[in-house]
């Protein structure tokens, strides 16, 4: 099914299978040093990874967001989630994300990249925002990995308002946790590679980056 058709509505995606993620044995914690080396090995070997960040959420209207908490990469088997605040595994992540040969591929990354220039001082290389890549093919308004999930699969992505407004800034993720950040990831991947299968994501998009 091409990109550019409808979207199905709210009452069909309700009747669609839900989507099957990663489990929790095949999501990686990156906590140490050696974490973050065997991360860093693994994912550079990858040419397209999916790619997201979490933050703890802010409640008050001027309330700065001093994330992102959680940064995480996946392939078609396996996700590694980093916590920005691990000092031990800074390098290795700040490598990943100025890698101008490991595209990360994403939904809505335009405030991500910001968040994490600021907290990070890296300006993300190869960054594909695959929301840009649906509205090259039709689609006016951002998708989401909700939205492609359902148009591409006809799957249901299910995603938690109480896990997406939880305390990522914590030291100690739930494993409810790692699975939501793990599968927000690899939704992406997945998304990216039935659109690459089509033909639908050009060479050069490989360079965009979302402002």
Do not use: C
Request: charged share 15%; aromatic share 8%.
């Amino acid at each position: 099914m091409t990109p550019h058709r409808p979207l199905p509505d709210k009452a069909t995606v309700e009747s669609f299978a839900p989507f099957e993620g990663l489990s929790l044995d095949a999501i990686r914690l990156v906590a140490s040093a050696a974490d973050a080396a065997l991360a860093l090995t693994t994912l550079s070997q990858q040419r397209v990874v999916g790619f997201d960040t979490e933050s703890r959420p802010t409640f008050h209207r001027h309330q700065r967001s001093e994330g992102p908490h959680v940064v995480q990469f996946a392939t078609l088997d396996t996700a590694f989630i980093f916590q920005t605040s691990i000092r031990e595994t800074s390098e290795a992540l700040v490598a990943l994300l100025a890698n101008p040969s490991l595209v990360k591929a994403g939904f809505g990354l335009a405030n991500d990249l910001r968040h994490l220039h600021r907290k990070l001082n890296v300006t993300p290389a190869a960054i594909l925002d695959l929301n840009h890549v649906f509205h090259a093919h039709g689609h006016l308004n951002a998708i989401g990995a909700r939205g492609a999930i359902a148009l591409l699969f006809h799957q249901r992505f299910v995603k938690s308002r109480h896990l997406t407004t939880s305390d990522w800034a914590s030291q100690h993720l739930t494993d409810k946790q790692l699975l939501y950040a793990a599968n927000d990831a690899y939704a992406a991947i997945r998304v990216y590679t039935a659109l690459a299968a089509q033909g639908l994501i050009p060479t050069q998009d490989h360079a965009h980056q979302p402002v």
